[in-house]
């Protein structure tokens, strides 16, 4: 496996740490706040409303750079993930 997909592996736990940690209503294991004024993150800090749909690369990819990115909290934004900090 690459490095990159460890990154990837490691971000999606932290969001989902930091989604079971606000205790509100929760969706498929993930706050429906959060699916309901959705924020993505990739593991390169950034951090969008949208996200590119691509049949051909399988996954929900960065408008910037397009690594994988995965649900987060609506308060986030660009820059280091703050919250559920090891
Ligand atoms: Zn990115």
């Given at each position: 496996?690459s490095?990159?997909?460890?990154?990837?592996?490691?971000?999606q736990?932290?969001?989902?740490?930091?989604?079971?940690?606000?205790?509100?209503?929760?969706?498929?294991?993930?706050?429906?706040?959060?699916i309901?004024?959705?924020?993505?993150r990739?593991?390169?800090?950034?951090?969008s409303?949208?996200?590119?749909?691509?049949?051909?690369?399988?996954?929900?990819?960065c408008?910037?750079?397009?690594?994988?990115?995965?649900?987060?909290?609506?308060?986030?934004?660009d820059?280091?993930?703050r919250?559920?900090?090891?």
């Amino acid at each position: 496996m690459s490095e990159s997909h460890d990154e990837n592996v490691i971000l999606q736990l932290r969001l989902m740490k930091i989604g079971s940690l606000e205790g509100g209503k929760m969706w498929f294991g993930l706050p429906e706040r959060w699916i309901d004024n959705p924020r993505w993150r990739c593991h390169n800090d950034h951090v969008s409303r949208t996200y590119l749909k691509s049949d051909g690369l399988g996954y929900c990819a960065c408008l910037k750079c397009c690594e994988p990115v995965f649900l987060t909290f609506p308060e986030d934004k660009d820059g280091p993930l703050r919250g559920a900090d090891e």
